[in-house]
């Protein structure tokens, strides 16, 4: 009788442990997001460096785009990413475009709709990554449209 009211603790113990750590991951998935300023640490940028697959294919320096990327970035809010198995290299091998910022952050997205945040998996509000790397690209390519 004693041996099963251990083994019973045990498993209602692991099982307590168990459901503490979803919530847990839950709660900071949902409460923990980082905006544009968290990211790039002031809100106006001089220049900014786009690159495609690790290719830089320029600096901006020009307000105007500079500014239309930017309103682009700073509309979204930047989370966790929200499931607990993460995609596997081979998943992640799309197109990445990716603004780097003067203080050495950076923001990507590949065209499988994955965004990046300083290199790491993350996820934007709303789950909207592929339109997300669609607008990007127009802003990359202004003369692609």
Known sequence: MRKSMALGFAICSTLLL???????RMLYIK????????ITDK?????????E????VQTVTDPAQLESITNLLK????????HFFKPG???LTGNLLTVTFENGSSIGVNADGYV???????DIEGSRGQEFY??????FYPNAS
């Not at 409460?31 to 968290?38: G, I, K, P, V």
């Not at 509309?75 to 929200?82: E, I, N, R, V």
């Open 75 to 82: 509309s979204y809010t930047y989370t966790q990413y929200p």
């Open 43 to 51: 809100t106006t940028q001089t220049s900014i460096t786009l690159t």
């Open 134 to 139: 669609h607008k990007l690209y127009v802003l």
């Open 31 to 38: 409460l923990y997001h980082q905006s544009y300023a968290d």
């Open 116 to 122: 990046f945040v300083n290199g790491d998996l993350r």
């Open 89 to 91: 290299k081979e998943e």
């Open 18 to 24: 168990i459901l503490l750590f979803i919530a847990g």
């Open 53 to 56: 697959n690790q290719t830089v």
